[in-house]
């Protein structure tokens, strides 16, 4: 008798343990006992809920995963590289296409904040910083700048790198900035070139009429 009337306590713990190694879906079989069918009921009625809102999760962890997997390949598609900085950790996820421009390959750069700061040239540096820690410290809206990475083969090119944080915490700490690198090194060396020649004689390459008079007000200016 007694372990006849133990039997639905061991059939409710058991439950419980499949419940707390993993198993959401499990259920108890109502007892016509009294004093045990509230606490079968009641532990049906938490899998159950518990089901529900974990499958509720995961569709929506699956819409995310999805806006943000067709965010990227626009990003990606318009030539790109992504970057994805976790600001309290420290971690930088970078995508392919952030790596491919710099002539590394998928696995030959890590996921620590210094491999894109070592890379920046030293002239650049300084305000590349000042302006991605004005972004996260909410001085300005979004982290634009022009500067200088070295390449795989020790070259520079120009990059225009551009962000903004997408999540905070309770506290409206940062917790998540998001942007991309594009690679400009095209543009540069025309604007280069049309400054030289607004500037440079074509034939002798000696400073035109234009520099003299430019050079002649900063002058007259530090004179007066």
């Known amino acids: 008798l007694l372990r006849r009337g133990l039997r639905p306590l061991h059939t409710l713990a058991r439950g419980a343990e499949r419940f707390g190694q993993g198993s959401y879906t499990v259920r108890i079989k109502a007892i016509a006992i009294p004093d045990i069918l509230p606490s079968i009921n009641a532990f049906n009625k938490m899998t159950q809920e518990i089901e529900t809102m974990l499958a509720q999760a ?14 990227r390949f626009a990003l990606e598609g318009a030539g790109d590289g992504v970057w994805d900085l976790h600001v309290q950790t ?15 390959s998928e696995d030959e750069i890590g996921s620590s904040l210094g491999e894109w700061i070592n890379r920046i040239h030293n002239d650049d540096l300084p305000r590349a910083i000042e302006s991605i820690k004005a972004c996260i410290n909410g001085k300005v809206d979004t982290h634009a700048q022009e500067y200088r990475m070295i390449c795989k083969d020790g070259s520079y090119r120009w990059i225009l790198s551009r962000g903004m ?10 917790l998540r900035i998001i942007g991309t690198n594009a690679d400009i090194t095209a543009r540069k060396s025309d604007e280069e070139t049309i400054q030289h020649q607004a500037n440079y004689d074509p034939l002798s390459q000696l400073p035109n009429r234009r520099v003299f008079y430019d050079r002649l007000e900063q002058e007259i200016r530090k004179s007066e």
Do not use: C, F, T
């Open 90 to 104: 420290g971690i930088l996820q970078l995508s392919k296409r952030w790596k491919e421009m710099l002539g590394y």
């Open 58 to 71: 995961q569709q929506q962890n699956a819409v995310l995963q999805d806006a943000e997997s067709r965010w």
């Open 165 to 174: 944080v997408v999540s905070r915490d309770a506290h409206n700490m940062p």
